[in-house]
């Protein structure tokens, strides 16, 4: 195991070691299935320590018939709620795979106009929001924020070509190992009233060094609204997405998000639509993507999950 990740993994369980006994657990698991035979998995567990202080530690993987093998990506979160404002700084580590290893940090802040007590993982827009359980309090309220995260990439090989595919294939042995740093600032804001929740989030991108097509596109790219490992070297993106209380129990919802990358490869769009079914203890989410890239086969996704809340 990668020493980033025994860090992680340790720090994950002391912080469940320290946790007190009436401490509030959550927990998430989810796969999805795709295109190219994509098979990806995430789970996701929530503890507090304390009424404002909580850890969060991640696990995701996938892998397509392309993909030489699996790549893996595991992750660290801890929050803090104080009143309306609510701060979270978070890690995680790909392990290197085919050459290609990534390790990221980051920080956000988010702050709620009608908090109404919200606890930690109900937020409605940014980090905070990825819970399957998510949907404001109340009648109606307003959540705005801002984030950084910075990435760090690390190849061992060249592009196997200039474009398409072989921009993603491996192609000779690089004599030292190429570095790049990426940074995403993001700002985000959810809004509610009555029966309906919207969100929106845009991130610009920057990296300290300029990319050329020697360079192979990131096989480990998470996007906002896209319930898939994608690639790429993202320019700027922006989400939108919407969700709906129709019944008592059940909440569909819908998501758009728009990418554009760099290398000169073709802009990309996500089309979401899912529901989560909310049972107290227990939540399910089913969810189906459509994500299409110039220069690309167009790619289909579907997504089921299950998260208990104890």
Not at 4 to 27: D, E, N, R, S, W
Not at 29 to 56: E, H, M, P
Not at 176 to 196: C, M, P, R, V
Request: glycine fraction near 12%.
């Amino acid at each position: 195991m990668n020493p980033a990740t025994k860090t992680l993994v340790v720090l994950a369980a002391c912080a469940t070691l320290a946790a007190p006994a009436a401490a509030g657990i959550t927990g998430s698991v989810g796969q999805s299935f795709g295109t190219n035979n994509y098979r990806g998995t995430k789970a996701i567990a929530s503890l507090d320590l304390g009424d404002s202080l909580y850890v969060s530690p991640s696990f995701s993987t996938y892998r397509t018939d392309s993909s030489s093998g699996s790549y893996y990506d595991a992750g660290l979160r801890v929050g803090y709620d104080v009143g309306p404002v609510s701060f979270g700084v978070q890690g995680s580590v790909v392990p290197k795979h085919d050459g290609y290893k990534q390790n990221s940090f980051g920080a956000d802040a988010t702050f709620s106009l009608a908090p109404g007590g919200t606890k930690h993982g109900r937020r409605m827009a940014g980090p905070d929001s990825g819970g399957n359980q998510t949907f404001g309090y109340g009648l109606a309220g307003v959540d705005i924020g801002v984030s950084a995260n910075h990435s760090t990439h690390s190849d061992d090989y060249f592009a196997s070509g200039p474009s398409g595919d072989a921009l993603r294939a491996a192609g000779l042995a690089r004599s030292k190992t190429f570095t790049l740093g990426q940074t995403d600032l993001a700002a985000f804001a959810g809004a509610k009233f009555l029966i309906a929740e919207v969100s929106a989030q845009v991130t610009k991108t920057v990296y300290d060094k300029s990319l050329d097509n020697t360079i192979r596109e990131s096989p480990f790219l998470s996007l906002t609204g896209v319930d898939a490992v994608e690639a790429g070297f993202p320019k700027l993106s922006y989400n939108v997405a919407a969700k709906v209380s129709t019944l008592p129990l059940v909440h569909p919802y819908a998501s758009y998000t728009h990418t554009t990358f760099e290398l000169g490869a073709g802009h990309s769009n996500a089309a979401e639509i899912g529901a989560v079914v909310g049972l107290n203890m227990l939540s399910l989410k089913a969810s189906y993507t459509h994500y299409t890239q110039t220069g690309y086969a167009d790619r289909n996704y579907a997504s089921v999950g299950a998260g208990l809340n104890f």
